[in-house]
């Protein structure tokens, strides 16, 4: 597609429960990004893909938190027994490549609530 | 901590005025992107310069970059009230991997 396409656009969960957030990147775009914006302020990085292969892991927590870009699916973001820290939109982007010149491109997010 | 600065963290101007909003960042970069926000949306992406560049214009907008100074501005001319908007810097890094700073809220009053 010619846009970042996310979903769902809300997911609410209760504490302890799954949830996981799915990204479909631009078609042809071989890097895919995890971001998370917690209460409208800063981005905070968790995860890149290239193509189906994890690229950069630095910013994902080491528990309860999965990522994956399977051949022909959207990719997802896993997060096992939800914590209310966990409450922000998630947000993915796509480029082309990851050299200096490229822009990355954003979804609209998924609002996730944790209760 | 996050790479990208901005400053001012609020901005209010009136229609037709400039806005300039300025971002600092600590490590060398590939490239450096600015985003707006609109409230509870998405990013979307303004404006790229790459860290072999000085200066870029896009319409209204201007951005510079001063690799010594690690630092960039984006100016806004002759501003909108559909300009209101937060506005983020991203400076990208390996694996064009983007650190943002808190933002910068503009509100333009008609």
């Known amino acids: 597609g010619e846009e970042v396409a996310q979903t769902p656009k809300h997911l609410v969960r209760g504490e302890g429960q799954k949830a996981k957030l799915y990204c479909a990147p631009i078609k042809g775009h071989s890097y895919v990004f995890w971001y998370q914006q917690v209460l409208k302020n800063e981005f905070k990085f968790l995860i890149s893909f290239q193509n189906e292969n994890v690229f950069d892991e630095t910013g994902m927590p080491k528990e309860r938190f999965s990522a994956k870009c399977l051949p022909n699916s959207p990719c997802s973001l896993e997060i096992q027994a939800t914590k209310l820290e966990d409450s922000a939109v998630y947000f993915c982007a796509s480029s082309a490549d990851s050299t200096g010149g490229t822009e990355a491109f954003f979804g609209q997010g998924t609002r996730l609530t944790v209760v | ?110």
Not at chain 2, 15 to 27: D, F, Q, R, V
Not at chain 2, 29 to 44: D, T
Not at chain 2, 63 to 86: F, G, N, P, Q, Y
């Open chain 2, 1 to 110: 901590s996050q790479q990208g600065e901005e400053d001012p963290q609020a901005l209010s101007i009136q229609e037709g005025e400039n806005a300039t909003m300025n971002c600092s960042y600590k490590t060398s970069i590939n490239n450096l992107q600015w985003y707006r926000q609109n409230s509870g949306r998405g990013l979307v992406h303004l404006i790229l310069i790459r860290s072999n560049e000085r200066e870029k214009h896009s319409g209204r907008l201007r951005v510079t970059l001063d690799t010594s100074k690690k630092s960039s501005s984006l100016l806004i001319t002759a501003s909108r009230a559909a300009d209101t908007a937060s506005y983020f810097c991203a400076p990208a890094l390996y694996g064009n991997k983007l650190v943002f700073g808190a933002g910068t809220i503009l509100r333009v009053k008609s």
